[in-house]
């Protein structure tokens, strides 16, 4: 990834990261490198799944981390146990995982994402929801949306349905492949109490605003799951509340991780792109398989897949590129006129020993807005015939933030 693409990558997540700072969120780095029973330890069979595995010189079998929450959690219960909670923590970071390589699907690709590790409940799920929304508008996507939902209907209705635990375990099985067709044949068996298999059949089909719901609300008291929804409806009311009700959508088809989430889901989309900018959620006891049990949600984007989605939407960042090159025969006053550009916010490249054309073709071939030339104390503009034009005044002006061909030479 060279130059440009790695400006606009770099402007993209400054701006998400930007966000996260704003509200309190501190940065972490963890090892690339993770043993591989921590992975197991917080997310399972996932890891046998994703992780790339590694043997040290020791024959510890280790893994590149497939993601960043596990890791996080890893050093909440450990270096961060003994200090009062709770902890907002914020990354961007390379993750890598093992499968086909799709578009938008590399094997080593960054996520940006938040954790907020010890505060429970609708309230820190509503914060978590709202950084996903800043996050995304900070990125300067014209066009997404974020469906949220609660893991909490599917459990409470399997807890309700009267059938086996081989019932509900091809339950979660169906849903983590987002099987619809599955569940309906699953909600027919005859051993499930009617009311549960149809609320089973219609729930994950569900998806609106308020409305959404009351729809599901009524689906679940009739099975007798009165409290589901108690956590999602306050977080959704206080997203409503802030204006987000166009881009947050209720939608009770998320499917996630269901041995891994606890209550909210949420899942990030741009139009046009197959599959999600990213997710997360609420993941109450991970912390738990590290000796240190704490409330926690966060999300990730996909820093690939948001540029993806910029790219279709016409809103790749313009980035600044060098607002000027300067050149002189002495090198004493190049560098002394490029320090004093520096200190007002200039971004200069030097080029020692060149003037005239020959510094007006190093401006071209880079991009630079300006050619300059270090004359002693002074510093003057040259013009796009090569010649000398007037010279820059004091104290040193704004930087340009154009292109040589916008600006047309010297002004």
């Not at 807005?369 to 510093?379: F, K, Q, S, V």
Request: aromatic content about 6%.
């Amino acid at each position: 990834m060279l130059f440009q693409e790695a400006a606009e990558r770099e402007a993209v997540s400054r701006a998400i990261g930007e966000v996260f700072a704003l509200w309190g969120y501190a940065p972490v780095e963890t090892p690339v490198v993770e043993e591989y029973s921590v992975l197991t330890a917080g997310v399972g069979s996932a890891a046998e799944r994703t992780a790339f595995r590694l043997f040290d010189l020791d024959g510890s079998l280790l893994a590149l981390r497939p993601e960043m929450t596990v890791p996080i959690a890893r050093v909440a219960a450990s270096r961060l146990a003994e200090q009062a909670g709770p902890h907002r923590v914020r990354y961007v970071a390379p993750v890598f995982r093992e499968h086909a390589s799709m578009r938008g699907q590399a094997r080593q690709f960054t996520q940006a994402g938040i954790e907020f590790i010890g505060a429970g409940g609708s309230t820190a799920d509503a914060e978590v929801v709202t950084l996903a929304v800043e996050a995304l508008e900070a990125s300067g996507l014209s066009s997404y949306s974020i469906g949220i939902g609660t893991v909490e209907v599917l459990r409470d209705l399997i807890a309700a349905s009267g059938a086996d635990e081989h019932w509900g375990a091809a339950v979660i099985a169906a849903a983590h492949q987002r099987n619809l067709v599955e569940l309906d044949r699953l909600a027919a068996d005859p051993s499930v109490r009617p009311a549960v298999a149809k609320a089973l059949a219609a729930a994950p089909r569900i998806r609106g605003g308020r409305e959404a719901l009351d729809q599901c609300r009524d689906l679940l008291v009739a099975c007798g799951c009165m409290n589901t929804l108690g956590d999602l409806r306050e977080t959704y009311r206080v997203l409503e509340g802030l204006g987000y009700a166009d881009r947050v959508t209720v939608d009770f088809g998320i499917m996630r991780s269901f041995d891994y989430y606890t209550g909210l889901v949420l899942e990030a989309y741009a139009p046009g792109l197959g599959l999600p900018l990213g997710g997360g959620g609420r993941y109450d006891r991970l912390l738990a398989a590290f000796g240190a049990p704490a409330p926690a949600a966060g999300f990730a984007l996909g820093l690939e897949r948001v540029m993806i989605a910029l790219a279709e939407q016409g809103r790749t960042p313009v980035t600044s590129g060098t607002d000027a090159v300067i050149g002189g025969i002495d090198s004493v006053a190049v560098f002394a006129a490029t320090r004093a550009l520096h200190n007002a916010g200039w971004r200069v490249t030097t080029a020692v020993g060149h003037s005239g054309e020959a510094l007006v073709r190093e401006a071209d071939r880079i991009g630079a807005a300006e050619a300059l030339m270090a004359d002693g104390e002074l510093i003057v503009r040259i013009d796009r015939s090569g010649e000398r034009a007037l010279p820059l005044e004091r104290p040193l002006p704004a930087p340009p933030r154009a292109t040589w061909g916008q600006k047309g030479g010297a002004r």
